[in-house]
């Protein structure tokens, strides 16, 4: 059993009525619709945040059917804001295959990721709880925020610290926030437990991207996947960032002048000069200490993600939610 199998333990048959109710949705009598909705739903991914639902709720009360709906509901989210975001980005990829985008058109995913936005609307009404509508727009609000954060600091990938927290916080953590909540919400936990979710949700969102953006700077073999892709989609993040600041800027430049250009004309480099490059900016993110730096930053959260949960008696299920704080930080992929 892999340790995301362990971490649901506590909730394998909820789990298994998700999956069901998912696959469910997941469904239209429109011939296209349904394949590209198929095609999504057979990829994706670790489905941490429809188990960060149900393990929220399991933690102070119990899974309901209104959990159930808030975890597809949520996960149906996830998958749109990432099928429009591989129109945004160009992206020919989406874990290992081909994005909708690439494998049909822009126009294609467009309008798939709208219906799913309109499918999960629907299902949040059906859930018929003001607080967990509340939770969703909110949190939809800020992931539109954060990419054109983005954006905005766009035109340029040499963003500072302040802002790479602001951009992971609004396109990363607040989603994982909205699933701990929400569950907790919709099981009729406390207010103080609801809080408390929601912080250890935001917590974990952050280690799990601090974790991403560390991967990045991974030997591919380590990590079974091509690494550097961040770069070469003009993006900086963290570990770059903060070597940058500790290097002599001679040294600063001469990197971030050979950055941009993986990022700007990578498809007439041949594959030796891009691997060159690549090897550089590793090594150069390794020499002055930005992977150190953060995991040290993942550490922090860690340790703020368990005191939210301090105010829980122990169980298995907290158990599990400890667990998934060391896996996030632990993981190869």
């Not at 239209?28 to 994706?44: G, T």
């Not at 070469?232 to 002599?248: E, F, S, V, W």
């Not at 000069?273 to 959260?301: L, P």
């Amino acid at each position: 059993m892999d340790i995301t199998s362990q971490i649901r333990q506590p909730i394998a048959e909820a789990f298994h009525q998700y999956e069901s109710q998912f696959e469910q949705t997941m469904h239209s009598d429109n011939v296209l619709l349904d394949q590209v909705l198929r095609y999504i739903a057979a990829k994706r991914g670790k489905q941490l945040r429809p188990t960060l639902v149900l393990l929220s709720a399991n933690l102070c009360r119990e899974v309901s059917d209104k959990t159930i709906l808030t975890a597809v509901a949520l996960e149906i989210l996830h998958n749109a804001t990432l099928v429009h975001d591989d129109v945004v980005d160009n992206s020919p990829t989406r874990r290992g295959v081909p994005s909708v985008q690439s494998n049909w058109t822009n126009k294609v995913a467009v309008l798939v990721g709208d219906w799913m936005l309109a499918k999960m609307i629907g299902m949040v009404g059906e859930i018929r709880n003001t607080q967990i509508l509340s939770i969703v727009s909110d949190m939809s609000r800020a992931l539109s925020s954060g990419e054109l954060i983005q954006l905005h600091a766009g035109g340029s990938m040499w963003i500072s610290e302040e802002q790479y927290f602001q951009i992971i916080g609004k396109k990363t953590a607040e989603l994982f926030a909205a699933c701990t909540e929400a569950g907790a919400v919709s099981a009729g936990c406390t207010a103080r437990q609801q809080t408390a979710m929601r912080t250890y949700g935001y917590e974990l969102g952050l280690i799990f991207q601090l974790k991403d953006d560390v991967l990045d700077y991974s030997d591919s073999e380590e990590v079974g996947k091509p690494t550097m892709g961040d770069i070469r989609d003009g993006k900086a993040t963290l570990p770059l960032l903060i070597a940058l600041q500790r290097a002599p800027k001679e040294e600063s430049d001469h990197i971030r002048a050979i950055a941009e250009e993986l990022c700007s004309q990578q498809r007439s480099l041949s594959p030796q000069a891009q691997s060159d490059i690549e090897q550089q900016i590793k090594n150069f993110v390794m020499r002055y200490d930005g992977v150190r730096y953060a995991y040290g930053w993942m550490r922090t959260h860690k340790q703020k993600a368990e005191e939210a949960l301090n105010i829980f008696h122990d169980s298995e299920t907290k158990q599990a939610l400890l667990a998934l704080l060391e896996y996030s930080i632990s993981r190869l992929y």
